[in-house]
């Protein structure tokens, strides 16, 4: 087994048997080198990706994927570009399992805890409630926990249910000035890979605690995988808990949220009771429960409220603030 989204040999030290429990005190991964501007992120690289221009009545749309170089991927995941005109609201970022961070091209994102050019957001479990005057600007990038040790230093516990500014994270003072002249969506994806390579860091995790969140991802009981490590599921819950935030039951029930989430935000959406079944959910109630939890709304006021606003976005596993 190679950490998901590795190259195999490249960051991954130590492979385990599939099934087998781990046998190593933790994972180390080293670092990508040095990332030269240009050199990773070609014109092919966007060729492919969703590139949405939507109007909705009042809302208009740009927004742009792109995927990082392969050597970042166990890291971070996708960019994501947007520049969206519509009425001032309140927006739902909803729970997922990567952690968001975000670099404002104009204006701020508002958040209860206060206002941010620059921006990273842990896991969480609740929806976390943006207030906008009705433009937005900027680039999102989904981080994996890994990822937050590798390019900042630190576990995504550190930040469970937190945002703080890019400052807090000792990123450089200069990064959104630079991603703001790039002239381009490709420019400025291209300047991530180089600025997010110059950050990353050789980092250790410790094993028993990554095979768990691979086999949560998988869809295996807490249970099982405490068998699988040979721990107490209160001894998994804790050092689950100490390096994600979240503990693997709670970590468990987001995973299934962001698949259900996935599925409604699909071409052809199917219907809650489809999407339920297809996730695990005992029944509709259960459905709906876990979503208001979650999501702070229903699926069908979520739908009603949201989904005009997101329906661009792409279709992969990615935190959908």
């Not at 590795?6 to 781990?22: D, H, I, Y």
């Not at 209160?234 to 299934?256: C, D, I, N, W």
């Not at 109630?285 to 997101?310: S, Y």
Request: charged share 20%.
């Amino acid at each position: 087994m190679v950490w998901p989204g590795t190259l195999p040999g490249e960051f991954a030290v130590r492979r385990v048997r599939r099934g087998a429990a781990p046998t190593s005190s933790y994972w180390w991964y080293g670092g990508v080198g040095a990332v030269p501007r240009g050199a990773l992120l070609g014109v092919d690289h966007l060729a492919n990706a969703p590139r949405r221009a939507t109007s909705i009545g009042s809302v208009d749309v740009e927004h742009v994927i792109g995927l990082p170089h392969p050597r970042l991927r166990p890291f971070v995941t996708r960019y994501s570009g947007y520049r969206m005109h519509t009425a001032p609201g309140v927006h739902r970022g909803l729970p997922s399992r990567s952690l968001t961070l975000v670099i404002t091209l104009d204006g701020t994102v508002d958040l209860p805890e206060g206002r941010f050019a620059t921006l990273c957001g842990g896991l969480h479990d609740e929806a976390v409630l943006i207030t906008h005057d009705g433009f937005q600007h900027g680039v999102q990038c989904d981080l994996t926990p890994l990822g937050l040790r590798a390019l900042f230093g630190m576990p995504a516990g550190e930040l469970s249910a937190t945002t703080v500014g890019l400052d807090a994270l000792d990123a450089p003072v200069c990064l959104r000035e630079r991603v703001q002249d790039a002239p381009t969506w490709l420019d400025r994806f291209a300047l991530l890979d180089e600025l997010f390579g110059a950050l990353v860091r050789p980092v250790k995790q410790q094993v028993e605690v990554a095979w768990a969140w691979q086999r949560l991802a998988a869809g295996a009981a807490v249970a099982e995988i405490a068998a699988e490590v040979g721990w107490s599921r209160q001894h998994l819950s804790a050092r689950f808990a100490a390096e994600y935030g979240l503990t693997p039951k709670v970590m468990a029930r987001v995973m299934r949220f962001e698949n259900a989430n996935r599925m409604l935000r699909g071409e052809r959406r199917p219907t809650l009771t489809e999407v339920a079944a297809a996730c695990g959910y005992t029944d509709q109630a259960h459905f709906n429960r876990d979503w208001r939890a979650l999501c702070g709304a229903t699926p069908t006021e979520w739908i009603a409220a949201e989904l005009p606003f997101v329906q661009g976005s792409e279709r992969g596993q990615a935190s959908q603030w």
